[in-house]
């Protein structure tokens, strides 16, 4: 039975999953096309009268709108997963741990990588904490020409990589720097597999495993080490959050996916275990390699325990002290509703060509000048 349950983990498929209704369907569509809205309304009132006002003149006050922006599109986007559509949100970790924070405190996060969605959830860890107007994660270079959403996610400087180490090596170090100016804590996440974990990338991975005599992993990827030791010099964080996430329909082979949250069927839980580390403890090691190595090791085993159970979380101690989320979200919620709200009231007036213009034209202006 292990077995199987493990082989579905590894391997999810669409054979396991049920067929979206037509009411998800309904619901996905409307929790898109409600994001869609958000980015625009939040671009017109907010970010590109900041971006031409402030950007030049006050930079450190642009990034401070930036900043509340991010957090307010962030609490709602997650926000509706956990308490609109029911997703149940575990954090373990290490006895006596409680993930409090200074202001000032720069925090690397790295995690394994089983969903394109992953980088979203991260902010309702984020959000129990209190710390979700302030992370960048590093994404894909493709989604920085995504209509709208990948346009403002450039505006709000996150790093995007290509994938290819003498591209990304000077543009990554530069931004990376840049968040050093900023008079509040930056959370910097990132994915060292560099890409989700797919038969593919899997059967990659275990070859690259095997050619080093190593053995093969099931559940992670063989970690990029080259952008983990990059961030760790350029960034020079206060500590490290080494975050393990796993899915509990991942054992009966339900990957969570965009194409899924469209549909409306959005992630029934997510389970995060969550170590903290300081820098000091990474340079100890022998190297940066071997700390990054060992850390996926032990992900390794951890996802192995955790989808051979039939149920149940990390074998690990649950944080009992995070505050419920529920206030960020119901705030935040409001504020976005209102946002909209002006939105269409000013596209719906009889200026509705001449706002539509002014804003599509300073969205394309941002794209090709940031």
Known sequence: ???????????????????PTLGGKVAGVAYVLFIVLMALGFGFYIVVPALLLLSWSAPTAAEHVYRVVLGLFCATVSGIFEHLAGMEVIVTGEDGETFDFKESDRILLISNHRTEIDWLLQWNFAMKINKHDRIMTMLKAGLKNVPLIGWALNILKFPFVQRNWAEDQDSLGRIIHSYHARPWGTWLAMFPEGTALYPKTLAESQAFAKSKGRTPFQYVLEPRLKGFALC??????????????????????????PLRLLFGQFPTAVHFHV???????????????????DRFVAKEQLLEQFYAKGHGTFAKPVVESLPSSRGVFVKSLAMVIFVIAALLYALASWNYSFTWLVLMVSIVYINKFF
Not at 4 to 19: F, H, I, Q, W
Not at 281 to 293: H, K, P, R
């Open 1 to 19: 039975m292990e077995g199987t349950t493990g082989s579905k983990a590894v391997n999810p498929s669409r054979e396991y999953e049920a067929p």
């Open 232 to 257: 760790v010099d350029k960034f020079r964080p206060t500590y490290i959050l080494d975050m393990t996430m796993a899915y509990p329909e991942l054992r009966e082979g339900v990957r969570p996916s």
């Open 275 to 293: 170590r903290r580390f300081t820098l000091d403890d990474v340079m100890q090691a022998e190297s940066t390699d071997t700390w990054l190595y």
